[in-house]
C-alpha cells in the first residue's frame, strides 16, 4: 500500500489479490456458527496466499521463494479442501462457489508454474 515493490507489478499478486476478496465475499453466505470454523480457516488461508506470494517475492534465493510460493499453493490447496465440505454441508450452493473456482484456479495455475 505504501510501498511501490516489485511484487505489486507480479500477475500473480493481482490474481492473489483478487482471490483473497472473493474467498471473504463467499464466507459471507456461510452460516453464523461457521465464525469460529470455516469463516475463520477460509479468510486465514486466502490472506496467507497473498502474504506469502508478496513474502516469497522479495526473497533472493530461488530456493527461499519456491518455498513461499509452495505455502502459498498449500493454502489454495486448503481453500479448496473447505470448500469440498462447505458444498457437502449444503452451506453453499454450486452458484456461490462458481465465483471462486477461476481465480482458485487461477492462483493454483500460477503458483505452480513459478514453483516449477
Do not use: W
Not at 30 to 54: D, F, W
Not at 56 to 79: D, L, M, N
Not at 80 to 102: M, T
Amino acid at each position: 500500500m505504501f510501498l511501490t515493490l516489485n511484487h505489486q507489478k507480479l500477475d500473480m499478486y493481482a490474481a492473489s489479490r483478487l482471490f483473497v476478496c472473493e474467498c471473504y465475499k463467499l464466507t459471507k453466505h456461510l452460516p453464523g456458527e461457521e465464525k469460529y470454523g470455516m469463516i475463520t480457516q477460509i479468510r486465514r488461508a486466502a490472506l496467507s496466499v497473498h502474504l506469502n506470494i508478496a513474502e516469497g517475492a522479495s526473497r533472493k534465493s530461488p530456493t527461499e521463494r519456491k518455498r513461499y510460493f509452495e505455502i502459498a499453493r498449500g493454502s489454495v490447496i486448503e481453500i479448496d479442501a473447505a470448500l469440498d465440505i462447505a458444498h457437502d454441508l449444503q452451506y453453499l450452493n454450486k452458484e456461490e462457489l462458481s465465483r471462486l473456482g477461476d481465480p482458485l484456479t487461477r492462483c493454483f495455475k500460477i503458483l505452480t508454474g513459478l514453483i516449477g
